[in-house]
């Protein structure tokens, strides 16, 4: 990956150096914050490293799975919690249901330098009880893929600006943004057959910065999964309909 994209993490946090090397916890940049618990699959990941922890997004799939990026991976068997039925994360509400991941499974063939096939599933330690704040989200079904134009939100409780001492949100925070054509993202690492362009440039909204791992949702189908990009949109995404084969296949291998 370019230069700058793996330089977005420096700053970024206080315990920013924490990251794997490329990752970033991601923002919501002019956005606004969300209707509490309008969003209900959205899930927060608390990824333990060394005496820190970093953050990424991710969004209830099943009352098992958690689907988010393969970048957010906890290093050398690191431990992470999943909270559920947030808004604001800096609070203990009612709402949340806090639940260890036993197991993360990222695709077999992710490259941690290209982030080509950043996707990974999150087995967790006990099922999500679902509810009215904590819900699933459909993914696309066979080939189906969002088309240039068509408009979606992205959510997340990153940075809210760029910048490097910007404090993250502790609401939820959304954005909308519009599918791009993929030579809108003209990246050396952009593929186009595993990869998703999406961006308001005109209006400074930028794709790529709802927390790492979110979801990118289209007529309420989970399209894309953040991943990465540069400071400005257009962002890319992962094609969550390229993986259908595989995470359908991984997730009956564990709950048959």
Known sequence: MALMMQLLVVGLLPWAFLLPLGGWAGEIIGGKEAKPHSRPYMAYLKI????????????????????????CQGWFHSRITVTLGAHNIKHQEPSQQ?????????????????????????????PAKLNAWVKTIALPSGAEEAEPGTVCRVAGWG????????????????????????????????VSSTMLCAGL??????????????????????????SWGPDTPPGVYTRVSTYNKWLKDTMRSAYP
């Open 48 to 71: 333990k490293q060394g005496r820190g922890y970093y953050p990424c997004g991710g969004f209830l799939v099943s009352e098992n799975f958690v689907l988010t990026a393969a970048h």
């Open 201 to 226: 440039r005109s209006e400074g909204k930028d794709s790529a910065k709802g927390d790492s791992g979110g979801p990118l949702v289209c007529g309420g189908k989970a399209q894309g999964i953040v």
């Open 98 to 126: 806090v639940i260890q991941v036993r197991r993360q499974i990222p695709h077999p063939e992710y490259n941690a330098k290209s982030w080509n096939n950043d996707i990974m599933l999150l087995e967790l330690a006990e």
């Open 159 to 190: 940075r809210t600006i760029v910048s490097n001492n910007a404090s993250v949100a502790s609401a939820l925070r959304e954005v909308e943004v519009e599918v791009l054509a993929d030579a809108e993202c003209s990246y050396p690492d952009y």
